[in-house]
């Protein structure tokens, strides 16, 4: 199976400032690749589909990018409720497979 | 507005079974295939089962292969998760999530609902 790796494994980002967080396939996913958002005790929320495509509501302050084997998520302006924990996941093959995450906190 | 709700979490035996419903409501349930996705506490996400929309189709994670059945009720609008055999590494919340694309499966989870949480403990 496809093995998706998360870094840094935690980044600490001011309020306002731009957070940019990484993912890697252990081999090419195309653009098939998904970013979700975790708040504390809360159901995960599907950001980016297709590599960029924001799904409904999700703001325009995020931003995703990549194809392959490398992918980025990018919050342009970080606000206090975006600090949470993310995950990549690949829908390219079966199984699909997310990755460990990166917890974005509050520098 | 896409609601969906799990139920049937609790604390189970080892070895015993448990089944997990999820109810779901503001699409149109028969449309779409439905998927189970698990976290263990304090970690990461696992896929764990997809129906396709119709029931016809079902694939699971091998680690649950041979112990956990999903099955839908498209009359009732609901999801089961039934899981026999429990083991210790089962323990976990387990999330109900819609697959993004109508008609097929393209393994996206477009929306979750809360999650139960199922512990395995003697």
């Known amino acids: 199976e496809i093995v998706m790796t998360q870094s840094p494994a935690t980044l600490s980002v001011s309020p306002g400032e731009r957070g940019t967080l990484s993912c890697r396939a252990s081999?090419?996913?195309?653009?098939?690749l998904a970013w979700y958002q975790q708040k504390l005790g809360q159901a995960p929320r599907l950001l980016i589909y297709g590599a960029s495509t924001r799904a409904t509501g999700i703001p325009a302050r995020f931003s995703g990018s990549g194809s392959g084997t490398e992918f980025t998520l990018t919050i342009s302006s970080l606000q206090s409720e975006d600090f949470a924990v993310y995950y990549c996941q690949q829908n390219n093959d079966w199984p699909p497979t997310f990755g460990q995450g990166t917890r974005l906190e509050i520098k | 507005q896409v609601h969906l709700v799990e139920s049937g979490g609790g604390v189970v035996q080892p070895g015993r079974s448990r089944r997990l419903s999820c109810a779901a409501s503001g699409f149109t349930f028969s449309d779409y295939g439905m998927h189970w996705v698990r976290q263990a506490p304090g970690k990461g996400l696992e896929w764990v089962a997809i129906i396709s929309y119709d029931g016809s189709n079902e694939y699971y994670a091998d680690s649950v292969k041979g112990r956990f059945t999903v099955s839908r009720d498209n009359s009732k609008n609901i999801l089961y998760l039934q899981m026999n055999s429990l083991r210790a590494e089962d323990t976990a919340v387990y999330y109900c999530?819609?697959?993004?694309?109508?008609?097929?499966?393209?393994?996206?989870?477009?929306?979750w609902g809360q999650g139960t949480l199922v512990t395995v403990s003697s």
């Open positions: 081999q090419s996913v195309s653009s098939n």
């Open positions: 999530a819609q697959d993004y694309c109508s008609g097929g499966a393209c393994y996206v989870f477009a929306y």
